[in-house]
């Protein structure tokens, strides 16, 4: 459960950390995720007064399945989110300004987002 609950917590806070992104590379786009489809996501999920936090880490992972479906990659009129989005940098991710509650971890761009943060009394088994 436990780790269930970290790996959760890891993806919402990537999420979150990427919205700005996600935001810049759909603005303008037919595929902008209004409140009302990120609601009726959150509906279909048991969610029903999601707070704004929670609003934005599911707006995030609807951009982002976007951007991993076939019908999506293949509409003309997505070209240009496409390239925005191919246009992404490292830097771009650095850029991006996500506080993270250390008993989470700290955010490292370079170590692929969110790194978890192992207690001190938690030895690997080389350690050992």
Known sequence: QQSGQQLGAQQV????????LLDQVFEGSPAVV?????????????????NPAT????????????LGDVATLQDPAMADVLAR???VTEEDLAAVDVDVNPRYGTW???N???VPKTPAWIQSAGER
């Open 13 to 20: 806070i990537a999420s979150l950390a990427l919205l700005p």
């Open 55 to 66: 609003m934005d880490a599911e707006r995030s992972r609807l951009y982002q399945s976007k």
């Open 85 to 87: 989005a191919q246009a």
């Open 112 to 114: 692929g987002g969110l």
């Open 34 to 50: 209004s409140d009302a489809q990120v609601r009726a996501s959150l509906a279909e999920a048991g969610v029903s007064d999601p």
């Open 108 to 110: 490292d761009v370079a």
